[in-house]
DNA sequence: AGATGACTTTACAGCGCTGTACATTGTGGT
DNA sequence: ACCACAATGTACAGCGCTGTAAAGTCATCT
């Protein structure tokens, strides 16, 4: 069968096709006795409108792209899930975009507005530097997720990293941990989330009178959590002593656990942990892991109102705006 | 500044419209020096197709949708990932669905379609019965994942259910284990794959010569890990006396390994489990995770492939496409 | 009664692209 | 030199919808 067009609803109608849009988009002006007839058309013939057609005629293509990492990453998935359903509730589709932090994928990410796809891109960056993608992105309606590197023309969101490091490792000081290690710095890695990661643990041990000693400060050479074991492993090998450790991320954290199981350190009693996202994660591991806990919810409804203006032409400087965090204390690092 | 548009560039090259787009989608008899001339204006006047126009002429959208009950869920995260890959690869743009399990979301997951948004849809339903699906699906090119109810006329691809728990409980009654319990049927779960899955487990059993259990049989009172920890933790309340448990997703085997420390119960010594969907979470737990594992990445490429033949026009009766399963052994049911 | 203005409905161009039918050019055979 | 035929390029309609401008309708005001 045939798809049913509006001029088949007017024509059965008998009515001009702009009334049946009318109908349709529900246009206030419409007779109530018009407005039936109309429908029961529309029902009648089973009407739906093509939505192409629609976006050729206004522009407007009602979808937002989402870029990120990666999809399965229980952080960036709980953040899809959150964008999804905000998207949905006012009236966008959401389109995904993996990058696999591929430059290039990150790079063809600002192009789609060109291409007419998409209205509006929230995007997460890995590999691109902010200041590249304030030179590439032109007037595409984008909102970034993460710390940036510089204060440019883009918006963002995000939370306060360096107060959400001083707190997680406060929460440590506060529990009697003296030896707070920092897993968390990766090779390649050239966000400047970790590094403001980095100073918020910096400043709250010297806050607390901690004198900081940059063997505590480990690092992986991946992205994986066995690279995190890895690092962990090595650590402890090597004679470092620490009793609490700060992650860049649950995952990471997941690894530590690991490790400091093989190696016969008790979590919580020897080691604390305190992971990063606050992720599912942090429920399935045994202890179950303290996280910093951004709050997602927020993150994502701030990412899509300002995407939102952006789109309605909002055309002002970048803005910068930070959603609240907390820790969620679970039982690798208990309180007190 | 304004979208520079086909008809620009044709003026600029001085040539048609139409050997523009030719040269845009690679036509073949173009003369070179033609075609050189015409890049050369696409470049200079950095142009793009404006793919919304492009669809509304040529009837395809270039985009599949995704439809999963949740995004964050590991073991749908793991397949939307997949299935980005492919599609990106075979050209094509992926929109997410998430329905949450709402009937109403899956309902209207078949029509978009009829909207002209999408070429086709890859679908995992959670509460629609498949002859529901099969009623409504009109000519939407679709593809199922999971198991179905009846022998429609829907393709679909899936792991063999039966055998795989087969598999499972096979592995572990190799293992030494007499009293396997299932952990997995859930209040208001109507989908066949649990059903199948609860089927293998006994036909494994009953090869074996080990008597039914109905008791065996664990109930859970929803969908989260936490419901999984109650049925567990019931269980060994009531004096119900098992050394394995063979779980319906990686989830739920989390919250046993969660009731079974906390009821001191230890694992595998005392109580071996096996998870399904071989997950990351797999990995995090404490021990980590053996797991039915689905070759997702089949999944994912032969879904692919069959709805590919559906939107071009392959019109056969509904195919049932089995693919390969493995047990990852993990040390919470290590083998011999 | 005729004019006024608010509310409804209509007609039609046009969003940017591609498919079709046709015009033009070039090649080789006779 | 002429024709048939393939290879290239062109013109234009039309995909299904919405925006705009204009036309029609009707109650109210003078």
Redesign the interface.
Known sequence: MA?VRLIDVAERAQVSMKTVSNVVNGYAHVQPAMRARVQAAIDELGY??????R??ATGR?G?IA?AMP?????YF??M??HL??IA?ERGY????E?TLSDPEAEKAVL?DR????VDGVIFQPTRMATLDIARLHDDLPLVLLGEVDAPVTTDHVMIDNVAAAHDAVAHLLASGRQRVAFLGLVDGDITMTNRRRLLGYQEALVAAGVRLDPELVLHAHGFD?HDAEAAVEAAVERGLEFDAILSRDD?FA?GA??AL?RRGRSVPDAVAVVGWDDS??A????PTLTSVAPDKRALATRAFDLLHERMHGHHGAGRHVVVPHAIAVRASAPAG
């Not at 589709?93 to 995904?96: G, N, P, Q």
């Not at 060109?114 to 796809?117: K, S, V, Y």
């Not at 429920?283 to 045994?286: A, C, F, H, L, R």
Request: hydrophobic content about 40%; glycine content about 6%.
């Open positions: 798809r739906r409108p093509n939505l192409t057609a976006r050729l293509t979808m989402l990666e999809i399965d990453h229980p998935g709980e899809a899930s999804a359903d949905l589709r959401v389109i995904i993996q192009q060109e291409a007419g796809l959590s995952r997941a656990l690991t199981r599912a994660i429920g399935y591991t045994s």
